[in-house]
């Protein structure tokens, strides 16, 4: 009887192995309009649509997965999904550990959100940015204090009540904050270019994934429906191929 | 939920409140309370059970038993939570897809370790990758139970083991006079009376417990505190429903969770005290007799 049960788990669980390839998409779900959970409690933004377009390209059946920021990178490696679809800049440090298709967002403008215009930036400044994002990174360098928060929404809320003098991201992230703000946060005129554009992150050994990604994503900047969604998400004025 | 939330923009007060606390994220926050009970309800059994076979393999004369026993309650009480925690689901995780690799694809010739990267064969992935992602969440919450099992069940065990010494050796003795056999004594005199002098060490254990389960979110199941940070922070109007932040409400929704819920735990503690009390040979016993009589 045991046996008999065993087997059929066993079953079950390799039945379909031979359907399909499905590939688990990981995402943050806390960066709009790059990805966010929306009321309905699904994954929502520019990455999902891509990602679904992207996916109806190379004809892969998609699952959306969440997961926290900082352990995004390590669940990748250790399989519990296959790609990092994020608003993940590609750095040269990031590319040691991972692999990354070619961006789908050009490299775009980071800036800073504060509570006045003439706040203080630099050295001797509180600066807020999310941990192990690359704009933490350029902080970290930059002489002022860096204060880390594990999501964006923190961030933001430490310029809010005065822990920090201004929260560093990226600029399409923060503008609609300080549009919707009314008046209490403003966007810094200084704007700093980082990283090489957005890409999804690969498993290093998933190269046959990778490819069909980077077709994909030339097919969607050849045909100019990438550029088309880039500027339905961030608006007309962002960067675009 | 409601027809009349079609259009959250032109809602306003309290149809806006109703329409906001009943969208899809906010039943998945409610939903997030029902999963913890659930983890709860089964931890605590899983745990108890643990924590007795850890006692009494430690009370064992045989001694790699008794070995056992002591090794596993001073690894899980020795080793922080938190780091048991992130450690050791990722260790069962790929422990078990590992066996499943040795068993689905013997002839697989690429490394499982690569750098840093795990990578067994796909038919081996545990659960597949192309399963539904409720049983991706099945699957978290189960290494979560398992998790939580063990080292609540470390605990469980150290205070059980104190809890069979305590109780009096003339008790044990007068059963031996009358001929009982170890396994007698054990199961009819050392388990039913051990209760009462294990309960308030227990006790203390359910309630850490119950404070622990925000531990979840560390291990990817997506529990209440998740949810109210989640559901908490300022939203813009790329959500359907934009709100300032409110996590301040959201946190407090849950201090009166917890709060409620340890007293109403503390309450029933209290009842199962006083029923194990009666006809004991200690202080809470003799007063029992006392009121009664």
New interface residues.
Partial sequence: MKKLMLATALMA??A??G??????MGTE??Y??YN???????VD?FERELGDTLCAKAGL?C?W?T?DWDSII?NL????Y?TIIAGMSITEERDK?IDFTQNYIPPAASSYLALTADAKIGEGAVIAAQVGTIQAGYIAESGATLLEFA?P??T??AV?NGEADAVFADKDYLA??AA?SGGALVLLAEEVQLGGGVGMGL???DTELKEKFNAAIQSMKDDGSLNAMIKKWFGDEAAVF | MFESCADPKSIEGLSWLLCYLTTGKHLDFYWSFVTVLTLLAITAPVALAFGFAGAMAARSHFLPLSLIGKGYTAMVRGVPDIVFFLFFVIALDQGIEWLNHQVQCPDWTEPIRKGLEFRVCPEAKVPLNSAPQSVHKAYGFALAVVTFALVFGAFAANVLYGAMLAVPRAQLETAEAYGMSHRQVFRRILVPQMWVYALPGLSNLWMILIKATPLLFLLGVQDVVYWARELGGAKTSAYEYPHPDWRLWYFLFLLVFYLAFTKLSEKVLNRVSARLSKGQATAAGEALRKAGA
């Fill in positions: 669980l390799t379909g192995a359907l399909a390839q499905t590939v688990r779900g806390a709009p309009p966010f959970i929306n009321d309905k409690g699904e933004g059946t699952e997965v997961t390590p490696q250790s399989g519990n296959d550990v999501t929404d923190e933001v809320a809010k609609p904050i919707e498993r290093e050994s």
